[in-house]
C-alpha cells in the first residue's frame, strides 16, 4: 500500500509550486490520490515556498503533520532546516547545495547558519540528508532554471513512478521550446541521486555517513 507525505521547500523564484504540480501529477497518472497544498510567504522577494504533498490509495488531508513527513526536497539549505521539524524517524531529505540568505541576513539582522549548524539541525531530526550540487549542475546544463527539474529527477529514484510517467507529465506542464532541456535536467538529476546512493565519490554527496565511512542514506 502505497503512503506517502513530502514536503517541498525552497524561496520564491526556485521553481518549488511547478515542481509540486508536476509531482502531483505523476501520482495522479499512476492511478493514486493526491492532496496539497502551497504557502508562499513573500514569495516574489525570496521568502519561504513550502509544498504539503499527500500521496496514497485513499488521502483526506493535504497537510503533512510534524513528525510525519517521508521526504523533504529542499531546493535551499536554511529552508531544509527550517521545515526539518516535519521529518518521521527514518525520512530522506534531498538537499540542493545552495545558500540563499532571506532579507533578515541581508539587513544586517541575522546571520545565516554555517553549513555544519544546518547539518547538525537536520541530523537531529532523523533524517538521512542527500546533499545535492543542484544549482551547479543545473546552470552546467545550460540554464539555472531548471533546477527544479532537476531536483525532481533526484527525487524521482525514490518514488514508485516509473520514468515515462514523469516525462508525460512533464511535457503537458512545460513548453516545447524549453522542453528539451528540462528532460536532459531530469534525466541528470536522477544520475545524481544514483552516484550518491551507490556511493560514488563526488562534489555532492551523502551527508549522513555511518561510524566506518559508508553512506548512511535510506535506499
Same mark, same amino acid.
Given at each position: 500500500?502505497?503512503?506517502?507525505?513530502?514536503?517541498?521547500?525552497g =524561496?520564491g523564484g526556485?521553481?518549488?509550486?511547478?515542481?509540486?504540480?508536476?509531482?502531483?501529477?505523476?501520482?495522479l497518472?499512476a492511478?493514486?490520490?493526491?492532496?496539497?497544498?502551497?504557502? #508562499?510567504?513573500?514569495?516574489?522577494?525570496?521568502?519561504?515556498?513550502?509544498?504539503?504533498?499527500?500521496i496514497?490509495?485513499?488521502?483526506?488531508?493535504?497537510?503533512?503533520?510534524?513528525?510525519?513527513?517521508?521526504?523533504?526536497?529542499?531546493?535551499?539549505?536554511?529552508?531544509?532546516?527550517?521545515?526539518?521539524?516535519? #521529518?518521521?524517524?527514518?525520512?530522506?531529505?534531498? =538537499?540542493?547545495?545552495?545558500?540563499?540568505?532571506?532579507?533578515?541576513?541581508s #539587513?544586517?539582522?541575522?546571520?545565516?547558519?554555517?553549513?555544519?549548524?544546518?547539518?547538525?539541525?537536520?541530523?537531529?531530526?532523523?533524517?538521512?540528508?542527500?546533499?545535492?550540487?543542484?544549482?551547479?549542475?543545473?546552470?552546467?546544463?545550460?540554464?539555472?532554471? =531548471?533546477?527544479?527539474i532537476?531536483?525532481?529527477?533526484?527525487?524521482?529514484?525514490?518514488?514508485?513512478f516509473?520514468?515515462?510517467?514523469?516525462?508525460?507529465?512533464?511535457?503537458?506542464? #512545460?513548453?516545447?521550446?524549453?522542453?528539451?532541456?528540462n528532460?536532459?535536467?531530469?534525466?541528470?538529476g536522477?544520475?545524481?541521486?544514483?552516484?550518491?546512493?551507490?556511493?560514488?565519490?563526488?562534489k555532492?554527496?551523502?551527508?549522513?555517513?555511518t561510524?566506518?565511512?559508508n553512506c548512511g542514506?535510506h535506499?
Amino acid at each position: 500500500m502505497i503512503k506517502l507525505n513530502i514536503l517541498i521547500a525552497g =524561496v520564491g523564484g526556485q521553481g518549488v509550486v511547478l515542481a509540486s504540480d508536476i509531482m502531483g501529477e505523476t501520482a495522479l497518472e499512476a492511478g493514486l490520490q493526491v492532496k496539497k497544498t502551497d504557502t #508562499l510567504g513573500m514569495a516574489q522577494r525570496g521568502g519561504s515556498v513550502i509544498t504539503h504533498l499527500r500521496i496514497g490509495e485513499k488521502v483526506a488531508s493535504p497537510l503533512v503533520s510534524e513528525g510525519e513527513a517521508d521526504i523533504l526536497l529542499a531546493f535551499e539549505k536554511l529552508e531544509a532546516a527550517r521545515w526539518s521539524g516535519y #521529518l518521521r524517524n527514518g525520512a530522506n531529505a534531498i =538537499v540542493n547545495n545552495m545558500s540563499i540568505p532571506p532579507l533578515s541576513v541581508s #539587513l544586517g539582522s541575522e546571520s545565516y547558519p554555517k553549513d555544519d549548524e544546518i547539518m547538525q539541525i537536520l541530523r537531529q531530526r532523523v533524517a538521512k540528508v542527500m546533499l545535492i550540487e543542484g544549482s551547479r549542475r543545473a546552470a552546467e546544463i545550460g540554464n539555472p532554471k =531548471v533546477l527544479n527539474i532537476f531536483m525532481l529527477g533526484a527525487l524521482s529514484m525514490l518514488m514508485p513512478f516509473n520514468t515515462e510517467q514523469w516525462e508525460r507529465v512533464i511535457a503537458r506542464r #512545460l513548453p516545447p521550446k524549453i522542453l528539451g532541456i528540462n528532460l536532459s535536467a531530469f534525466e541528470s538529476g536522477r544520475h545524481e541521486m544514483l552516484r550518491i546512493l551507490d556511493g560514488t565519490p563526488g562534489k555532492g554527496g551523502c551527508a549522513s555517513k555511518t561510524q566506518d565511512g559508508n553512506c548512511g542514506c535510506h535506499h
